[in-house]
C-alpha cells in the first residue's frame, strides 16, 4: 500500500476522531462544566485514624494555631480551580466579602454534592449536629452538603420548623440571656437597635429565621466572619456557615423550606 494511501486513511480516521470528539463536546458544554466534573469524580482519600489529630506545624499546606500546632487534612483532597472559586473573594450588599482560607479547613467541610442520607423531600434543609454538617436535599436521591459550626444555642433545640423568613445582611440583636452573661454586647441589645449589618456582624451575610407553629424558635442558620468556627462547637450563635456557603444556600431555598435540625 502506498504512503499516499496510508496517510489518506490515517488522516481520514483522525478527522473522524475529531469530529466524534467535536460533536460530544457540542452535546455537553452547555450543560457540563469540566472543573466540576473533576471535582465530583475525585477519589476520596480518608484516614480515620488521622482526624482531629495534630501534626508538625512545619508540613507545607498546614494551618498553624497559636500554640504552633496544626490539624491534620483529612476527607476529600483540595480541589484548586473549583474550590478556589467558590471561597473566593466576592463584592456583595456593598461589602467585599474576603476570601475564605479553605487549605486551612478540614476538606471534609467544603460544599459539596453527595448522596442523600436522609430521604427527605426535595428543598428540605437538614443540620446534623452530630457531624456538624447542613444538608439541603435534592432530587434525585442527591444532596448538597455544606461544612457548619455549632454554638450553645444551636444544640438548644431540634425538631421540624420552616424557615419563615431569610435576610440579606441581617441585624444582629443578641437575646436577653446573651446580654445578661456578657454585659458589653448591652449596646446591641433589641432596646439599643442591634448591631449594624457589616463584615464583622456575628450574622453574616445572610440569616435564615426558624419557625415551629407559627412561632420564632430563636433558632438561626446564618453566615460567620470566622471561619475557623466550622465543623466545631463554639461559645455562642446557632449554625454558622461560611459566608459563601450560606449565600448559596439562601440562593437555593424558597419560602417556607422545611428544615429538620437532629
Known sequence: MSSS???SRRQFLRSSGLALASAGLAG???????????????????????ENRWIDPRAEGVYVGPGGEGPVPTGLPPQGLYVSDIYASLYDGGYQ????????????????????????????????????????????GRALRYGVGLGREGFAWSGRGVIQ??????RWTPPDSMVARQPQLKQYSARNGGMAPGLNN??????????QNGQDTLYRVH??????????????????????????????VRGKAPILVI
Open 5 to 7: 494511501v496510508l496517510l
Open 28 to 50: 455537553c458544554t452547555s450543560s457540563m462544566n469540566t472543573d466540576v466534573f473533576r471535582y465530583q469524580t475525585a477519589p476520596v482519600f480518608r484516614d480515620p485514624a488521622l
Open 97 to 140: 466579602v474576603p476570601e475564605v482560607p479553605y487549605r486551612q479547613i478540614d476538606a471534609r467541610f467544603y460544599r459539596q454534592e453527595v448522596s442523600d442520607p436522609f430521604g427527605e423531600q426535595p428543598g428540605t434543609i437538614v443540620v446534623d449536629t452530630g457531624d456538624r454538617y447542613l444538608y439541603l436535599i435534592q432530587p434525585g
Open 165 to 170: 423568613w431569610k435576610q440579606k445582611w441581617p
Open 202 to 211: 456575628p450574622l453574616g451575610s445572610r440569616a435564615l429565621y426558624i419557625f
Open 223 to 252: 453566615g460567620t466572619p470566622e471561619w475557623k468556627s466550622i465543623g466545631k462547637a463554639v461559645s455562642s450563635g446557632c449554625v454558622r456557615m461560611l459566608n459563601q456557603d450560606v449565600m448559596d444556600l439562601y440562593d437555593r
